[in-house]
């Protein structure tokens, strides 16, 4: 709320001042109502003034001289109560921006000096007028055409289950947009992973299910026999396949020949070492490769 310094002028034998108290409330949203509230207080011989008074309002470009904007409202025999007036105002088209002047002038004498029509009245165009100049925030570019600045679009700014397949383009998520151990097991429908989904030696052997060792052995096996041994396989369980080989750079001796047979017990393979020579014979200890799969 504005207020301004008591005026006073000497009118016949009366001396009235006025003063505005509001003209700022009221304002409306559209330019072509360009309508705002004045409320002001006048004083007749230093006391607040009743009985009904000629007032008129009128726009100006200046604080003093100047011209005219649009035309002049009269209020004849206006109420005043207790020194109180409140009156609304109505200069179609006359803001557009550019700071004006009110003059109110009571039984035709202008209470001078004018006051400054801003606040409202001036604030009233910028909300309607047109929006330009650069972006900021999330935006880019200028407007009244800004562009959604790049990285804006966090996660956190879309809601849960909003992308869905139709949003996604064909061939737009590549492997670099999935994050390791992103893609589990549930997320994979059945049947989905063939033969032709699995690049050539992809498969090691630490992504197959079951036991592994590659630890050494020495066995001795009397002539024409045959001995059973179980090794420890970390992993194995019943039922697992197993793969039995030397590690490289050893051999078995001549006539003496390893099978695997089969999982005994949990971490245990069972081996047959077999000797076909006339003598005793022994493998030395000797690098071997055991592994199971389910």
Known sequence: MNVFPILMRRLARMALAISALAASAGIFAAPQIPDFVYQGRLEQNGAPANGNFDLGFKLFDAAS???????????????????????????????????????????GTPMLPRQAVATTPVSQFTLTGGISGPAGGDLSGNYP??????????????????????KIADNAVTSAKIADNAVVAAAIASGAVGTSEIANDSVTRGKIAGGY?????AVSVGANDCNDYNISVPGAQLNDLVFFNLQSGYTLPPNMLI??????????VQIRVCNLGNVSQSTGTIGVYVLTMR
């Open 65 to 107: 001289g100047g011209f005219q904007i649009g035309a002049t409202i009269s209020q004849p025999n206006f109420p005043v109560t207790d020194g109180l007036f409140s009156v609304s105002l109505a200069f179609p088209g006359a803001f557009t921006g550019t700071q004006l002047y009110l003059e109110v002038s009571v039984e």
């Open 259 to 268: 099978q695997p047979l089969r999982v005994s017990g949990a971490d245990l």
């Open 213 to 217: 060792s590659n630890g050494a052995i």
């Open 145 to 166: 055409s800004p562009t959604i600045a790049f990285g804006a679009v966090t996660s956190s700014k879309i809601a849960t289950a909003a992308v869905g397949n139709s």
